[in-house]
Structure formats: C-alpha cells, structure tokens
C-alpha cells in the first residue's frame, strides 16, 4: 500500500467489497446496499468519503454520467490503467456498461486529427438499449 494511507476498518471493507463482488461500475448506494444485507451497515458519507479519498489516489474512478444519475465509481486498483475507455447507458434499465474499443478510439483520433477536437473518453456515455433489454422486448 502507498504511504501515507491509512488503513481504516471502512477502507478493508470497500476493498473486500471490490474483491467478492467483481463489480466494474457500482455507485454508493450498491455499496450500502451491500454491507446493509451482510448485516454490517456503513453510512452514506462515510463511503463517499472513502471513495473520494480512494478517487484522489488513484484507485477508483468517478463518472457523472448526468444530472439524473448518481455519480458511478470503478474501481481499477493499484495499478492504474490508462486504456481509453468508452460507457454505453440503458436507457431501459439504467446499466452502465464500460466499453474498450478500438474503432471508438479511431473516432477519437478522427476528431483531433480533422476537427482539432479532443474526446475525453470519462466523460462520452452513449445512449440506447442493453442486449438483456432487448431480448426482453423493452426496445
């Protein structure tokens, strides 16, 4: 662990939970949620928080996707990855889904290259319908 750190009871509990659950977005209130059903309740304020401090170290990341929605983090680890990385947003049911692709990142450069424009990947969300949506007939 990087110095400076402490390592506070919250914090091992918000890393176990990036560990069991795999989740690649999650926002504070699945985090809530998480600990409220393992009978270990942590406050509001206390994971934002956390995840503030975890965002400032370089550890997790923080989308706004829109005025809408809460803020989502990512939890990305010690080893910071600097893949650009695009987010698809269902319309239907909310999910955010992260999204690597290199035709994306060539639409990117297209937009530098010929529009001295520069995408910033964080904060790009598409909007549509998810695959389980669909075949559930919400189109």
């Known amino acids: 662990m990087r110095t400076g750190i402490y390592k506070t009871r919250h914090r091992e509990d918000l890393m176990e939970y990036f560990e069991t659950t795999g989740a690649n977005h999650f926002t504070v209130n699945d985090v809530c949620e998480y600990f409220k059903s393992r009978g270990s309740a942590i406050g509001t304020a206390t994971v ?4 503030e401090k975890m965002v400032d ?3 997790v990341n923080k989308y706004i996707i829109d005025a809408n929605s809460p803020a989502c983090f990512e939890y990305i ?3 910071t990855h600097h893949d650009v990385c695009f987010h698809c947003k269902c319309e239907k049911c909310g999910r955010l889904i992260h999204l690597h692709c290199e035709e994306l ?3 990117g450069s297209h937009l530098k290259q010929e529009h ?6 964080k904060r790009t969300v598409f909007y ?3 695959s389980e ?6 189109v």
């Open 77 to 79: 680890g010690e080893h």
């Open 128 to 130: 549509g319908i998810c």
């Open 116 to 121: 001295d424009f520069v995408l910033d990947p």
């Open 105 to 107: 990142k060539a639409i």
């Open 133 to 138: 949506c669909a075949a559930r007939g919400a």
């Open 57 to 59: 170290e370089g550890i």
């Open 48 to 51: 934002y928080r956390q995840l």
